[in-house]
């Protein structure tokens, strides 16, 4: 008997399942209302395009240009990385001490003239390395004058310095010696540019 009563209760149970799926579903099948229900919205119509005020253009009548007087162009002077600055002739001074000198050299300008006290223009340069021997500084001038960079060698105090420049503003000779800096992989620095005496 209790094969029987086990055999009824799952034809018990399967029917209960059979009633409740019957329950849940038939009712969504049978029903389409819901889904033909029509939403009415009540709206504001679309408001109108604005009218803009005319606005009337009077005509404007530009003078032309006065030529006062005529200036030739100046043409400029072509220049090749292998010569030297020349310098303009400046009155003499006194002598002045090489560490007062190489001080001097790294001090900003004082005038704001752009011109400093022996009249010259204001400029820099890009001091990269200092060497003993002048055949190095020569052949890294060489290299940087094939780069097209304007290199020259200073000797002072037995040291032969290489340079680049000089440059007008201040601002351009940082950006060269940043960029000498990474090409090179040299710890350059900017110094006041001074011609060469004598």
Not at 28 to 52: C, G, H, I, N, T
Not at 153 to 182: H, K, Q, T
Request: a negative charge; proline letters at 12%; charged letters at 20%.
């Amino acid at each position: 008997m209790a094969v029987l009563d086990k055999g009824l209760k799952q034809r018990i149970v399967g029917a209960l399942v059979l009633v409740a799926l019957a329950v849940i579903f038939l009712p969504m099948l049978f029903s389409r209302e819901d889904e033909l229900r029509q939403v009415e919205v009540d709206a504001p119509a679309m408001p109108e395009k604005p009218v803009l005020p005319e606005v009337a253009l009077e005509p404007v009548t530009v003078p032309e240009p006065v030529a006062e007087e005529e200036v030739p162009p100046v043409e400029p002077v072509p220049q090749t990385p292998s010569e030297p600055i020349a310098a303009a002739p400046t009155p003499v001074a006194p002598a002045v001490p090489p560490a007062q000198a190489q001080a001097a050299a790294s001090e900003p300008p004082a005038a704001s003239s752009g011109l400093d006290a022996s009249s010259l223009p204001v400029s820099w340069s890009v001091q990269l390395a200092s060497l003993s021997s002048r055949s190095g500084a020569e052949k890294l001038q060489q290299t940087l004058r094939s780069k097209g960079y304007n290199a020259y060698v200073r000797s002072f105090e037995g040291m032969n310095r290489v340079f680049v420049g000089p440059v007008i503003e201040r601002a351009e000779a940082d950006r060269l010696r940043d960029v000498l800096n990474r090409q090179h992989k040299l710890n350059g620095f900017v110094v006041r540019f001074q011609p060469e005496k004598g």
